[in-house]
């Protein structure tokens, strides 16, 4: 399988997630949910970047400074994690839902970007052969705990 798919196929697993997180937040109760819903997508969410970055961004850093996109990536990411990190802290129920809405429309956003213009470029930029060797790693990385 290619690096490609398989950050799809991950992709897929987190709008399934988002969906679910849009419609069941707005009638949550405690501040105590919303936190462990948003520490659920904190967790998911970094062992994909890990895997991303660790993978996937280094072997494309070249095409990167071709669009000059590098820098935007990675501070919507920055964003999306100190928006989780502000959930932990809130003391208002309204105000961590309306911050966890957020961090999943923002996340949305990002994926479509990558879905849209990073893998795309991937495919172009590094040969299949390539492609599919970053797949294997991807397997083998995901058997494994990330820390
Ligand atoms: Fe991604």
């Known amino acids: 399988m290619k690096i490609t798919d398989a950050l799809f196929a991950e992709h897929v697993v987190f709008h399934n997630m988002f969906d679910h ?15 462990c819903l948003a520490t659920l997508v904190e967790k998911l969410l ?3 970047s890990y895997t ?7 072997p494309l850093e070249h095409c990167f400074e071709q669009i000059g996109q590098r820098e935007t990536f990675h501070q919507e990411y920055e964003q999306i ?14 105000q961590a839902r309306l911050l966890l809405l957020g961090v999943v429309l923002a996340s949305r956003k990002h994926f479509d970007k990558e ?14 052969r390539t492609l599919v060797a970053l797949g294997h790693k991807w397997r083998a990385q995901r058997q494994l705990p990330t820390r």
């Open 81 to 94: 994690e100190q928006n989780l990190e502000l959930i932990q802290r809130a003391k208002q129920l309204k």
């Open 52 to 58: 991303e970055d660790k993978l996937f961004i280094g």
């Open 21 to 35: 997180i849009e419609a069941t937040a707005p009638g949550l109760k405690t501040l105590a949910e919303i936190k």
């Open 115 to 128: 879905e849209r213009i990073v893998f795309p470029m991937a495919e172009q930029c590094l040969s299949s």
């Open 46 to 48: 970094e062992a994909h």
